[in-house]
């Protein structure tokens, strides 16, 4: 499957979450609420909080117009929170939309 990167941001890591994040993790992202979707992670090794990441996104024509810069999409491993991104490039034209009020 052959992944682009539709969007960065920046890495905020859960303190409950204890392991290691780094490139090439594929965990699920809630892009809209109740809407999670499978990914891929570009990052340096390992992962600290405030630095940059990138996401690919599986399927993003079943989400359109669902980031804008600031929005914050939370990152998990199974059922458990790994962390927050807040968007900062959507290199996806058909992700790109407003802030919802």
């Given at each position: 499957?052959?992944?682009?990167?539709?969007?960065?941001?920046?890495?905020?890591?859960?303190?409950?979450?204890?392991r290691?994040?780094?490139?090439?993790?594929?965990?699920?992202?809630?892009?809209?609420?109740?809407?999670?979707?499978?990914?891929?992670?570009?990052?340096?090794?390992?992962?600290n909080?405030?630095?940059?990441?990138?996401?690919?996104?599986?399927?993003?024509?079943?989400?359109?117009?669902?980031?804008?810069?600031?929005?914050?999409?939370?990152?998990?491993?199974?059922?458990?929170?790994?962390?927050?991104?807040?968007?900062?490039?959507?290199?996806?034209?058909?992700?790109?939309?407003?802030?919802?009020?």
């Amino acid at each position: 499957m052959n992944l682009k990167n539709e969007f960065n941001g920046i890495w905020q890591k859960k303190p409950e979450y204890s392991r290691t994040v780094f490139s090439g993790m594929r965990p699920t992202f809630e892009i809209i609420e109740n809407y999670l979707t499978s990914g891929k992670i570009e990052c340096n090794d390992p992962l600290n909080d405030g630095e940059l990441i990138s996401v690919q996104l599986v399927s993003p024509e079943h989400y359109p117009n669902s980031l804008w810069p600031g929005k914050r999409i939370e990152a998990f491993a199974g059922s458990k929170q790994m962390g927050t991104i807040t968007v900062k490039e959507i290199f996806n034209p058909l992700l790109e939309g407003k802030k919802k009020i």
